[in-house]
C-alpha cells in the first residue's frame, strides 16, 4: 500500500498519514505519550494490589506472632522464623487432608475428563441424529438447577456422604469446559475421521487412535481446569463430610479462620505454642494450600488462556 | 469451520441407506421412525458414548430439578425423600411474609447490582489499556500477574480478606499511619458490601479481560486506517472502532453475568459473614443454607431455593431477549 502511495506526489501526504509507525500509525502526539506514561502507572497500580496479598501473606508466615498482632508486618517478615512451618507440617491431620485434596482431585478429574471428552465427542458430529437434543440438555443446565437441598437430599439418600463420589460424580462434567471441547473436535478435520472408518477403524478406535492422539493439546487444558477447580473446592466436602479424616486441605483451612477447629485438631499445635499458633498458622495454611497452584501456575497459565479462548471463539 | 455439507459426511455414514433431507416421505411419522431406526442402527457406538454422560445429568442435574417438589410437600429428614404430604403454596406463602426473606432479598440485589457495576466494565477497561501497551514483554507480564488470584480457592481469597483486613492487618496499619483508629471492618455491616465487592474485583479482574483481549485481536486494522484517515484520534478510534468491535463479546458477558446475578458468590458470603454483618451481608442463598441445615427447615429452603432459580432462569431469558431484539447479539 505504501509503495503505491508513495510514486505519486499527493500521495505522500496520505503516506504521511497511514504510514504504520508502532502498530497502529500516527506519529505519537504529545497527548498520546502523556496517556502511555498514565496508562503505565495505572497498570503498575493494578500489579502491585494484585500481588501485594500474597506477598503480605508470605511475610506473616515467616514472621513472629509478636510483629504480626503489632501491626508491623507488611513486605517483609520480622522476627523471621518457621516454627509455624515446622508445627503444622508435625500435624498429622493437616497431612491427611492434604492428601484427600491430592486423592480428590486426581479421581475426579480422570472421570471428568473421560465423561467430557466421550460427550463432547458425541455432540461435536453433526450429522448425528438427536444432537441438538444432546447438546440442549447440557445446556438449559447451565441456566437452571435443581438447587441446594434437592441436591443435599439426592446425594444423601444415595448413600454418598462421607464418601469420596459425593465430591466427584455431582461435577463430573462441567458444560463449559463440555462446550470447549466440542467445539475443538468440530475444528478437527473431517478427512481424517473419514479415512480411519475407510481402514476399518470403528467409532471407538476412531476416538482413541485418531482423535484424542491430536486434541493433546485441548485435553491437557482440561485437565488443568478440572484439577484447579477440584484443588479448590471446598463447599461439597463441608456440606458432605462429617467427618474431620475425609476433609481436603481447603475445609480444613476453613475450619481454621472460621475458629471452628475444636482443641482436638489443631491441639498438638495449640500445646506446642499457644501464642505462636494463632495469626502464623492461619497465613501458614495458606501458602502450604496455594503453594502447589503457584508452583504450576507460570507453566500452565497459557493454556488456560488459549482455553478460554477456545471457548470465546465458538461465543 | 467446515460447512454443513461437507459435516454430513462425516464417518461412520453410510451414504447409501440414508434418508434424503429433501425426499420427506407421505407419511412423515414413518420416516421419521425409520429415519430413528437407521441413526441408531449406523450410529449407534457414538450413542453409546454418550450413555454415562446422560444418566449424569439426568441424576445430577435433572433429578434435583423434580426434587423441587419438596417446596410443595412436607419434608421430614429421614422420610420419604420427596416429602409427606401436598401443602401447596404454604411455604412459598412463608417466605413472600418473612422480612428476613425481603431483607435478604433486597442484600441479594444491591451486592448483585454493586458486582455488575463495578465487575463487568472494569475489565473492558483494563483490557482496553492493556491493549495499548507496545511493549509486549510488559503486557505478557501484567496479563499473567492479573490471572492469578482467578486460580485461587475461594477459601484461600476469603482468608486473605480476613488477614488484610484484621485489626493488626494491612489495610488497619494504613488508617492508623493516616492518624485513624483501626476499624474492625468484618465486623460492622456498613463495610460488607465494599469489602466484598473490592475482593470480587481483586479476583475476577485480570481473568475478565481476556475475551476482551481475544476480540479485540479480531478487529480489522483497515478500519482504524480508514477512521485515521477520516481524521480521528485516538479516543475517537477507541470509541468508533475498538469499542463496537468488541459489542458482541460485550453483550454476550452482560446476559452472562445478569443471569448470575441473584446467584451472588454464595461461598464467599458464606466465609466472609458473621451474625453480626447479616443485616447487609445476609444473602438468599446463604438463608436457604441456614434453613436447611441449620433449622432443619428443608421443604421451606427448597422453595426459596426454587424461586432464586426461576429468577435467575427468567434474569437470563429476558436479558437475552432484549439483546436480541436492540443488538441483534444473542447466546441462542
Given amino acids: 500500500m505504501s509503495t503505491d502511495a508513495s510514486t505519486v506526489d499527493a500521495g505522500k501526504a496520505v503516506d504521511e498519514i497511514i504510514r504504520p509507525r508502532g502498530r497502529r500509525g500516527i506519529r505519537p502526539t504529545r497527548g498520546y505519550r502523556v496517556f502511555q506514561v498514565v496508562n503505565a502507572i495505572i497498570l503498575t497500580g493494578v500489579v502491585i494490589v494484585t500481588l501485594y496479598p500474597f506477598i503480605n501473606i ?44 491430592v486423592v480428590y482431585t486426581v479421581v475426579a478429574t480422570i472421570i471428568a475428563i473421560v465423561m467430557t471428552t466421550c ?17 440442549g440438555i447440557a445446556v438449559f443446565t447451565m441456566f437452571f438447577s435443581g438447587g441446594l437441598i434437592p441436591n443435599y437430599v439426592l446425594i444423601t439418600s444415595l448413600g454418598m456422604k462421607n464418601t ?11 458444560v463449559f469446559n463440555l462446550l470447549v471441547m466440542k467445539a475443538f473436535f468440530e475444528s478437527l478435520p473431517v478427512e481424517l475421521e473419514e479415512a480411519a472408518a475407510v481402514d476399518g477403524l470403528n467409532t471407538y478406535g476412531i476416538l482413541l487412535r485418531i482423535v484424542i492422539p491430536l486434541s493433546k493439546a485441548v485435553i491437557a487444558t482440561m485437565v488443568l481446569f478440572y484439577a484447579v477447580s477440584f484443588w479448590n473446592s471446598w ?41 505462636q499458633a494463632e495469626a502464623t498458622l492461619k497465613a501458614v495454611t495458606i501458602v502450604l494450600t496455594t503453594l502447589p497452584i503457584l508452583l504450576v501456575y507460570p507453566f500452565v497459565q497459557r493454556y488456560f488462556v488459549s482455553g478460554v479462548m477456545l471457548g470465546a471463539v465458538k461465543g | 469451520m467446515s460447512a454443513p455439507s461437507t459435516a454430513d459426511q462425516a464417518p461412520r455414514t453410510r451414504s447409501p441407506d440414508r434418508p434424503e433431507p429433501g425426499s420427506t416421505g407421505r407419511s412423515r411419522s414413518r420416516t421419521a421412525r425409520r429415519g430413528w431406526r437407521q441413526a441408531f442402527r449406523r450410529d449407534w457406538q457414538l450413542y453409546s458414548l454418550a450413555i454415562l454422560p446422560l444418566l449424569f445429568f439426568l441424576i445430577f442435574r435433572y433429578l434435583p430439578m423434580i426434587g423441587n417438589v419438596i417446596a410443595f410437600r412436607r419434608f421430614q429428614p429421614g422420610g420419604n425423600v420427596l416429602g409427606e404430604y401436598w401443602v401447596g403454596l404454604r411455604y412459598v406463602k412463608m417466605f413472600l411474609s418473612d422480612p428476613t426473606f425481603w431483607n435478604v432479598f433486597t442484600n441479594t440485589a444491591v451486592l448483585g447490582g454493586l458486582t455488575l457495576l463495578v465487575c463487568f466494565p472494569l ?4 483490557a482496553l489499556l492493556l491493549n495499548e501497551v507496545r511493549a509486549r514483554r510488559l503486557k505478557r507480564f501484567v496479563q499473567s500477574v492479573s490471572y492469578l488470584p482467578h486460580f485461587l480457592s475461594i477459601v484461600i481469597v476469603a482468608a486473605m480478606v480476613m488477614q488484610l483486613l484484621s485489626i493488626d492487618g494491612t489495610v488497619n496499619q494504613l488508617v492508623r499511619a493516616a492518624g485513624g483508629d483501626a476499624v474492625p471492618f468484618l465486623q460492622q455491616p456498613e463495610w460488607f458490601r465494599t469489602v466484598y465487592v473490592s475482593s470480587e474485583l481483586w479476583q475476577t479482574l485480570g481473568w475478565g479481560t481476556i475475551l476482551y483481549l481475544a476480540a479485540l485481536t479480531t ?35 452482560l446476559i452472562l453475568n445478569i443471569g448470575t446475578f441473584m446467584a451472588v458468590g454464595f461461598e464467599k458470603v458464606l466465609l466472609l459473614y458473621n451474625p453480626l454483618t447479616y443485616p447487609t451481608a445476609d444473602v438468599i442463598s446463604t438463608y436457604l443454607f441456614r434453613m436447611g441445615f441449620q433449622s432443619s427447615n428443608f421443604s421451606y429452603a427448597a422453595a426459596i431455593g426454587l424461586f432464586e432459580a426461576v429468577i435467575g432462569l427468567t434474569l437470563v431469558l429476558s436479558a437475552n431477549a432484549i439483546s436480541r431484539r436492540t443488538v441483534g447479539t444473542s447466546l441462542w
Avoid: C
Fill in chain 1, 119 to 135: 460427550y463432547a465427542y458425541v455432540l461435536s458430529k453433526r450429522h448425528l441424529k438427536g444432537r441438538g437434543a444432546l447438546v
Fill in chain 1, 164 to 174: 469420596i463420589w459425593a465430591i466427584v460424580l455431582p461435577n463430573a462434567i462441567s
Fill in chain 1, 58 to 101: 508470605l511475610a506473616r508466615s515467616l514472621s513472629d506472632e509478636a510483629y504480626i498482632i503489632a501491626g508491623k508486618v507488611s513486605l517483609v517478615p520480622r522476627g523471621f522464623n518457621v516454627d509455624t512451618y515446622k508445627l503444622l507440617m508435625s500435624d498429622s491431620l493437616f497431612w491427611t487432608n492434604y492428601r484427600n485434596t
Fill in chain 2, 123 to 126: 475489565p473492558i477497561v483494563l
Fill in chain 2, 219 to 253: 478487529i480489522d486494522e483497515n478500519l482504524y486506517e480508514a477512521a485515521r484517515i477520516d481524521g480521528a484520534n485516538r479516543w475517537r478510534q477507541t470509541w468508533h472502532v475498538t469499542l463496537p468491535g468488541i459489542r458482541p463479546t460485550m453483550v454476550t458477558l
Fill in chain 1, 235 to 275: 463447599f461439597s466436602a463441608f456440606l458432605y463430610m462429617d467427618k474431620q479424616d475425609l476433609l481436603p486441605v481447603t475445609v480444613y483451612l476453613r475450619n481454621l479462620i472460621a475458629g471452628a477447629t475444636g482443641a482436638e485438631n489443631v491441639g498438638a499445635i495449640a500445646e506446642a505454642d499457644e501464642v
